[in-house]
């Protein structure tokens, strides 16, 4: 009898946890929601985590419902002095639960190094953007095809729908994290170093990114955000930008690192 | 001790000497407690200490909770934020779950492997003062900002892993960084003492008959856990003096500027920093492997395959440092290795789990509060286990990443597993030395709200991270959502201390009230319940003679062929002959030095120097020279 209601108390917990996930409900809206993709990359990673979310929350489901399961049927009940039966082990069973765990890891590993190696490659025919961390905030660098001085915007990233885009990522003092759960997870931006990093934006919208690497005092402040825009709008944006520039005199970025 | 002779003698210093160490080693007095070295007393000055900071830690908790509760609060600036987290990293890892893992070393191992002390009973006194004066050093920072009373702390701002550059002087001017790097020099100078000296406890100072494969499973997991702090300890400590340098020399190790390099710090750090968290949890598991048999009286299930999955994990665990750095740009191949590293460690903490709900199975389980807290162990470590198996997927880890889901995975390790082992520990224990028993009620109480409040807490930060909120930060705008899981986990956090104050009324409640225990309340099955409660100085009267792993049980048990116990009649045991409440007369012990203290005094005298003027750091180094001097010339017993 207590077998039935503990499945079935598990079934629930199960269920609960999948209409919770997938609810939509408000509680879990968040322009940072990583459930939530608009992007290639993030879409992958999502895809990933619920292959592994999944069976390690089946897992989950079935240990603690075993542990209860033997609290229940195991407790010393009231008016039996007799000890159990003195069990000091089972060779078949240790060898059952070691091989068991690793069948099912090593069932991870292939889209683990796959997609290791996909977001390690630099996509060919990709936009280039320099993007620089610095205490607190993003600059961003669209370099010229001519090799004259790059667009450059602050805190705000223009990019064209479903292009590739590459980032090379420069730290001026601190080490920050570039971030924008919704396209793409974080890679760290180090000083003394460039990190690579590409994204491919397949909604259009504006979304929200942060800085994921604590950096000092307004390390919570230092956020950004991206336009995925369409090609024209994202043309006419750059030209914008280089116009603003132009007349302002501002000069190009200097990326120096340390002192 | 005064002469009846007439003309006084003159007091020189040695007599003055003679006299306190007589003085401590009545066991009475405060200076009894000062000059101590008996592993007992240490050991519960570790406890104390390390539950004091415990406290501290905790409010700090706290503060960040109120703090995050609601979106862009004001509560505490980014500046006080951010040295009151990094304290709170630090003052958790250093201050109270290694030293109290320490208590446990020191108050338990000697009596479980059937010896009198520890090997080197002043050296454990030495890491006591110096823990003790690391903590003290490490927290007096607070006061070095300016007006505390205004809000000016002076604490490390950091964060508790202190990535470089942003500790170096031209990110974090004050002196907070100097203080943490220092602190952590002294704390780790103490864990090396404690380290070596339970290795050559645990090889040479077992009682005949002990081998190796009868050493109770907590006396293993102690073992593993010295080995792991003696060669871990080493890499941070040579992290910390490059940082040193840089700070104080203006040496470039980390300035990427000058060509120094910035991720050198992160791979010392993890290489130290992914040993250093199975410190913290091997000696809740050993703690949890001794409870569970207890109460479901039954042995261990699969006891070498216990410890052997506990001895690769120490071996393991220096082979996923860089699972802490995939977004750092290490590389395809060395994430994909480090992943799949990660993934295999987590085959051995299965194998753990396994083994404790089979040991569970077919038992005749009593439900104790020390079973209690190990229940919620394995309960709470399992979810621990498995987030961290997430962590092993290494491009769904890029969004995990610094976020809330990685500060849930990791309470629920230390929190959820280490602390609860830990509270195990304490109800299990605490019956042997203080000779009373807790109070059940009032532990199933601490139980209930901490489990609820745990689970309150942490489970909300694990939806947080995956809504993309990263860790460390300050505050966070309306909009994202994030207010009300936050606000969840600020009310989970006040359950947690308020459960905390139930436990601190149970104690006092029980040293005062509580049920007389016995030699043997639990009817246990390792040697520390074959002697009075609470234990003489000696410990044993006789050193028993080991026959077998849980060798009291088989005193008290015989098996017939079909492994159904039978009790073994009174007085008919081979073991009855012993008489275990011999009055103890003629054992030698260890005399009580001061010598240590006063050595360990020297460490914060020489690091404060560090900061503010060599002339300190001469002072400091006399002190520990003479601490040093002493001890060695003093004779070890009188």
Redesign the interface.
Known sequence: MRHRHLSRLAALAAFLVAALAFSGC??????????APAGEV?R???N??F???WP?LA??VL??G??LF??LR????EG?D?????????NK??IA??IA??LL?AF??P???G??????RTPKDAVVVDVNGL?WKWLFEYPAADGGTPVQSADELHIPINKNITFRLHSA???H?F?V??L?????V????E??MWIKGTEIGTY?G???????????RMRFTVVVESEEDYQSWLKQQAAAQDGSGQPALART??? | MAGAGYAPKRVTMADALRQARENAGTYKGIWSWIGTVDHKRIGLLYGLTAFFFFLVGGIEALLIRLQLATPDATLLNPDQYNRIFTMHGTTMVFLVVMPLSAAFFNMVIPLMIGARDVAFPRMNAFSYWAFLFGGIFLNVSFFTGGNILRGELGAPDGGWFGYAPLTLNRFSPGNGIDFWMLGLQILGVASLAGGFNFVVTILNMRAPGMTLFRMPLFVWMTLVTSFLIIFAMPVIAVALFELSFDRLFDANFFNAAKGGTPLLWQHMFWLFGHPEVYILILPAMGIVSEVLPTFSRKPLFGYPFVVFSGVAIGFMSWGVWAHHMYTTGLGSVANSAFGVSTILISIPTGVKIFNWMATLWGGSIKFTTPLYFSVGFIAMFTIGGLTGVTHSIVPSDYQQQDTYYIVAHFHQVLFGGAMFGLFAGIYYWFPKFTGRMMHEGWGKLHFWIMFIGFNLTFQPMMILGLMGMPRRIQTYPDGYGYGFWNMMATVGAFMIASSILVFMYNVVRSLKKGEIAGDDPWDGRTLEWTIPSPPPAYNFAQIPQVHALDDFWHRKYAEDPKGRPIPVPAGASDHASHDEHADGHGIHMPSPSYFPLIAAAGLPLIATGLIYDMAIVAAGALVLLVGLYGWILEPATE
Do not use: Y
């Open positions: 408000s509680i879990f809206d968040s322009p940072q929601n990583t459930f993030a992958d990673q999502k990933i985590f292959l592994t979310m390690a897992i989950l240990v603690e075993l542990l033997i609290l195991f407790r010393h009940r039996d007799g000890l159990p039966q003195q069990v000091h082990g089972n069973l240790e639960w070691t765990p690793v890891l991870f590993v889209p683990t190094i997609g290791i190696v996909d977001l390690g205490q003092d601190v080490i994290s971030w759960p919704k793409a997870g974080k890679t760290d180090i000083p003394g170093r990190n690579h929200s942060q800085c994921a690497e604590f950096c000092g005092l307004d390390h919570a690192e340390g002192d």
